[in-house]
T-cell receptor, first 114, second 115 residues
């Protein structure tokens, strides 16, 4: 399953399928991006990050892709599990230096159907 | 293990009262942040600090204040609580190492209701 940016805030996928969550970021000068997962009643948890000098980074079952040309970030989750159900936020670093604030997207809700 | 904690986890107060939400981190991070999260608005930055005695206003700072007297704590104070401040509040921290990541680590949140 796949969503397109913030226009489809809920993504519903079948357990075992791959999920793709998309995010359009705003600042072409942003050099650092993060994906967070937020489960109901909890704070956002770090999933994976990527710097602008890379276009792909892989973690355990997750891959982040960065397309700087169109200012697009995506999170791919392989073999989606019920425990992946959550809201996913992308964030871009705002400002220069190592103390930059983060700008968060609105979030996409991922629903995994058993 | 190092962590970030918030207290209380739930708070109900009345309009006009002063409320302070606590945030404590044991990572020795220089940077600390306060956000509020409301449906339809995502995470909005209230105040942030880059170190002891440093505080800065975020995008929704009106009616809130912070102080940073040590590295571990950044309490958030609502001077005179308003119903519009009913929200879930998250504290976060990050390190400020040259060339290092800007990943922010979040606390569990405080759900505040202003009646």
């Amino acid at each position: 399953g796949e969503n397109v940016g913030l226009h489809l805030p809920t993504l519903s996928v079948q357990e075992g399928d791959n999920s793709i969550i998309n995010c359009a970021y705003s600042n072409s000068a942003s050099d650092y991006f993060i994906w967070y997962k937020q489960e109901s009643g909890k704070g956002p948890q770090f999933i994976i990050d990527i710097r602008s000098n890379m276009d792909k980074r892989q973690g355990q079952r997750v891959t982040v892709l960065l397309n700087k040309t169109v200012k697009h970030l995506s999170l791919q989750i392989a073999a989606t599990q019920p425990g992946d159900s959550a809201v996913y936020f992308c964030a871009e670093k705002a400002g220069s230096g190592n103390t930059g604030k983060l700008i968060f997207g609105q979030g996409t809700t991922l629903q995994v159907k058993p | 293990d190092a962590e970030i904690t918030q207290s209380p986890r739930h708070k109900i107060t009345e309009t006009g009262r002063q409320v302070t939400l606590a945030c404590h981190q044991t990572w020795n991070h220089n940077n600390m942040f306060w956000y509020r999260q409301d449906l339809g608005h995502g995470l909005r930055l209230i105040h942030y600090s880059y170190g002891v005695q440093d505080t800065n206003k975020g995008e929704v700072s009106d009616g809130y204040s912070v102080s940073r007297s040590n590295t571990e704590d950044l309490p958030l104070t609502l001077e005179s609580a308003a119903s519009s401040q009913t929200s879930v509040y998250f504290c976060a921290s990050s390190e400020s190492k040259a060339g290092g990541p800007d990943t922010q680590y979040f606390g569990p949140g405080t759900r505040l209701t202003v009646l």
